[in-house]
């Protein structure tokens, strides 16, 4: 069991209908004052990773902070032939650093924004990082320094029929955080209680044929190469994102959910938004099945105690037809799990 962390994701809205709007303020009214104390509570808080409570407050943060790093990148320009290489690769590092906190807080606060706004903020992002892909080509030279992520110039030509090209801008994919979670573990059981915790954000990483039962909420939750696990967690208040997934069952509820390279798995969603796959296929969906001790509880702390649907209305982004894509489906019900019953006792 990795130690816990403090690391703070905030909560998040989203437009609902009419007729649901008092159920909304009253959810966003204990959401909200949940939010606060734990602020409070926790110095090490800070504004990168707070969510916001709407499209103009997140618009404006947002274009700050776009403005701040492009006036970086021109800095670093103009002052290189001046610098020294160590310096040099330092500040390109600090730039990469901010522009990954920009990625985050549009991930924290994706779930109320109109559609438009997520798809323009992730070109933004995208720009940024293309912009200080091309400063780092300009000022270090190729062997000695390189970004995790390369350079979109650099990778080969897309082999996707004509039918699915567009001018559509993909979400990045986000890196493996440094925050508490299960890690390179094979053939395990591992279990994870957050009642009582002070951990924010939690990653699995690296599993092979594992059984990972998560109860209680968490803020954020980051899954990243997994391969024939079963996943099942309680209910996550801000995003789960998904990358690098073959041969799994994935039982997980959310506000916002994004899969990136899932294969032949099949995922168990309740979720407030559309969830989105990206260069996936075989992925099948179904509804919510998982119960544990405390989980209507926990549902209704995340603000997730309402069935929507969603989990049928995916979205894949490398799909842009009017046509059911084909790289999803719905899980037949006669193939479906009706119910799974995990333990919320002890960690592992």
């Known amino acids: 069991m990795e130690d816990d962390d403090p690391n703070h994701q905030g909560l998040a809205t989203e437009t609902l209908d009419p007729a649901l709007q008092k159920k909304h303020h009253d959810m966003l009214e204990r959401l909200s004052a949940r939010h ?15 969510t916001l409570e709407s499209t103009s407050s997140f618009l404006t943060r947002f274009s700050d902070s776009k403005r701040s790093i492009e006036s970086r990148i021109a800095e670093s320009r103009l002052v290189s032939s001046s610098t020294d ?5 330092s500040d390109l590092a600090e730039i990469s650093f901010a ?3 920009l990625e985050k807080l549009l991930a924290q606060n994706s779930y109320f924004l109109p559609s438009y706004e997520v798809r323009s903020s992730l070109k933004t992002v995208s720009d940024l990082k293309q912009n200080l892909e091309n400063l780092a080509v300009e000022l270090v030279p190729k062997k000695k320094f390189s970004f995790k992520t390369k350079s979109s110039s650099k990778k080969p030509e ?6 699915q090209k567009s001018d559509v801008v993909l979400p990045p994919k986000l890196p493996v955080r440094d925050s508490p979670g299960f890690r390179n573990k094979h053939g395990e059981t591992l279990s994870k209680n957050f009642k009582g915790s002070s951990i924010g954000e939690f990653t699995l990483s690296d599993l092979d044929s594992c059984q990972v039962r998560l109860t209680g909420t968490v803020n954020a939750l980051f899954l990243h190469r997994l391969k024939n696990c079963n996943v099942y967690t309680g209910p996550v208040i801000g995003s789960i994102l998904i990358d690098d997934v073959e041969d799994c069952v994935l039982v997980l509820a959310s506000h916002q959910i994004r899969i990136h390279c899932a294969r032949k798995s099949d995922f168990y969603l309740r979720v407030r938004s559309r969830p989105i796959i990206e260069d996936s296929n075989g992925v099948r969906f179904a509804p919510y099945c998982l119960d544990y001790e405390g989980i209507e509880e926990d549902l209704k702390t995340a603000g997730l105690e309402e069935e929507t649907k969603n989990w049928a209305n995916v979205d894949d982004f490398r799909w842009l037809r009017a046509v059911q894509s084909p790289n999803w489906s719905v899980l037949p019900e006669e193939e479906r799990v009706s119910s799974v019953s995990i333990s919320g006792d002890g960690d592992s």
């Open 36 to 50: 606060q104390a734990r602020k409070s509570d926790s110095p090490d808080s800070s504004s990168s990773s707070s």
């Open 85 to 89: 290489s160590s310096k040099v690769k």
């Open 99 to 101: 522009i990954d906190n």
């Open 158 to 163: 897309s082999k996707l029929p004509e039918s």
